[in-house]
T-cell receptor, first 113, second 114 residues
Framework: GNSVTQMEGPVTLSEEAFLTINCTYT??????LFWYVQYPGEGLQLLLK?????DKGSNKGFEATYRKETTSFHLEKGSVQVSDSAVYFC????????????FGAGTRLTVKP | DTGVSQDPRHKITKRGQNVTFRCDPI?????LYWYRQTLGQGPEFLTY????????KSRLLSDRFSAERPKGSFSTLEIQRTEQGDSAMYLC????????????FGPGTRLTVT
């Protein structure tokens, strides 16, 4: 079945550093891909999405490109801020539809001033 | 719009007891989802509803788990004869439309089984 594997954390960066969190997937068909973020004490919220190959999702300075050839959807940000400290989850839709979401284990990011 | 709400936020119960959690989705959302999240893991899909119809329930963890959404608004998740392994965060999410990709999550109910 569909699944994602994401980079293990925790990740600790200094403010303004470049961020990459790796995510690779195994899928039947062409599911949509997502990054969700969970800030301390808050619920999961959608950060960005891509619905087909070569699509680039972007939001709040974060970007990820749906790469079919490498089955990847890596999250990047050019200059992180302390406020980006959170847990980031890569996810994809299930075999039949996007209602059956599959999440990675999450990567905790801490940004230090 | 108050977002997705869940009640209670925390529940401590003894092994063997039944528990029920409630989820109130965003009011105009017709789809509602339940997930379980254990420590250090991402959410694990359990079931979902479109309006009052439960369209997928094969991923419920055992026959001790059941969910309802009788009027197509709020939903309940019940766990019968709880076990220590049921201790986890139970998340609810909702979305709008047939092909909506954005699920809005509630804060979760943390269950501890002693």
């Amino acid at each position: 079945g569909n699944s994602v594997t994401q980079m293990e954390g925790p990740v600790t960066l200094s403010e303004e550093a470049f961020l990459t969190i790796n995510c690779t997937y195994t899928a039947t068909g062409y599911p949509s891909l997502f990054w969700y973020v969970q800030y301390p004490g808050e619920g999961l919220q959608l950060l960005l999405k891509a619905t087909k190959a070569d699509d680039k999702g972007s939001n709040k300075g974060f970007e990820a490109t749906y790469r079919k050839e490498t089955t990847s959807f890596h999250l990047e940000k050019g200059s992180v801020q302390v406020s980006d400290s959170a847990v980031y989850f890569c996810a994809l839709g299930g075999e039949y539809n996007n209602n059956d979401m599959r999440f990675g284990a999450g990567t905790r990011l801490t940004v230090k001033p | 719009d108050t977002g997705v709400s869940q009640d209670p936020r925390h529940k401590i119960t003894k092994r063997g007891q039944n528990v029920t959690f409630r989820c109130d989705p965003i009011s105009e959302h017709n789809r509602l989802y339940w997930y379980r999240q254990t420590l250090g893991q991402g959410p694990e899909f359990l079931t979902y509803f479109q309006n009052e119809a439960q369209l997928e329930k094969s991923r419920l963890l055992s026959d001790r788990f059941s969910a309802e959404r009788p009027k197509g608004s709020f939903s309940t998740l019940e766990i019968q004869r709880t076990e220590q392994g049921d201790s986890a965060m139970y998340l609810c999410a909702s979305s709008l439309g047939q092909d909506s990709y954005e699920q809005y999550f509630g804060p979760g109910t943390r269950l501890t089984v002693t």
